[in-house]
């Protein structure tokens, strides 16, 4: 197919010279079926996500989608590393409401990289509002599901992340019971992160459960954790009590 060529070479201009003999009077007919014409358009778009500017990539995107394909969960993948090369990390949750259109938003690997990419790096305020809005749509579609997704690790972890840092600490605690649920382990980077959240809503209470939550899946953050619950805040004498237990129980299991 002459789509594949072009991609072999990695040649735009000549996928576009391409693309106008196809658009030209009924030579579309010449693709074959329906099967063919998505491929055909699918290896056009992927090349111009490698290619060419997002702007141009996404026009184009605009134009084939949905009129003259749907693209496949490989073909999303394309247009999030499209963004991902360009920086513009902030059009996600759009493109999540467009993978969720087409029937993708259950398939393991596409809610694993929309969350990494999200998750990535701290972005501003307003990007992380955002992002955790996508996040809370992305864990509905999932618990929606007939046979909810089977989630990793690394997903829980992205997902809890993103709660943490747009400061909605019901649903970053909400997330971190996952883990136990689907028999998962949270990094202590994850852990250390709902921390500061959890110091921005100024919840003492909350910040032991979470250093008790450290000990019980027996993470090195542990002591560490209940060092800064004790400097970063106002504990009562009776809280003050209850965290030297958490760390000594931790420290007895660790024996």
């Known amino acids: 197919m002459p789509s594949l060529q ?11 010279r391409l693309h106008r003999v196809v658009e030209t009077g009924e030579n579309w007919k010449m693709m074959g079926d329906m099967s063919l014409q998505a491929t055909y358009c699918g290896r056009f778009l992927k090349l111009l996500c490698m290619m060419e500017h997002l702007d141009i990539a996404l026009k184009w995107y605009k134009e084939l989608v ?8 490989d073909g999303m993948l394309d247009i999030l590393q499209a963004l991902d090369m360009a920086g513009r990390l902030d059009r996600i949750p759009q493109i999540w409401k467009d993978i969720k259109q087409l029937g993708h938003g259950h398939r393991p690997h596409i809610v694993e990289e929309v969350l990494a990419l999200m998750a990535r790096e701290t972005q501003s305020p307003e990007i992380q509002v955002a992002f955790a809005d996508c996040a809370a749509d992305v864990h509905d579609v ?3 599901r007939r046979i909810p997704l089977e989630w990793s690790a690394t997903a829980l972890g992205n997902c809890t992340l993103l709660f943490a840092r747009a400061g909605r600490t019901r649903e970053t605690w909400n997330m971190l019971q996952l883990f136990k649920k689907h028999n998962r382990v949270p990094s202590d980077s994850v852990m250390f992160e709902v921390l500061n959240c ?3 809503s100024d919840s003492p209470d909350l ?6 939550l450290a000990s019980d899946f027996s ?11 004790q400097k970063e805040f106002q504990l009562s004498e009776e809280q003050r009590s209850a965290l030297g237990e958490i760390v000594a129980m931790n420290s007895n299991s660790n024996e």
Do not use: T
């Open 66 to 73: 949905p009129s003259m394909f749907y693209p496949n969960s």
């Open 207 to 212: 910040a032991l459960d979470l250093v008790k």
């Open 198 to 200: 959890i110091k921005q």
């Open 219 to 229: 993470l090195h953050s542990a002591p560490k954790l209940a060092e800064k619950v």
């Open 6 to 16: 072009c991609l072999d070479l990695k040649d735009v201009q000549l996928a576009y």
């Open 142 to 144: 999932q618990e929606r």
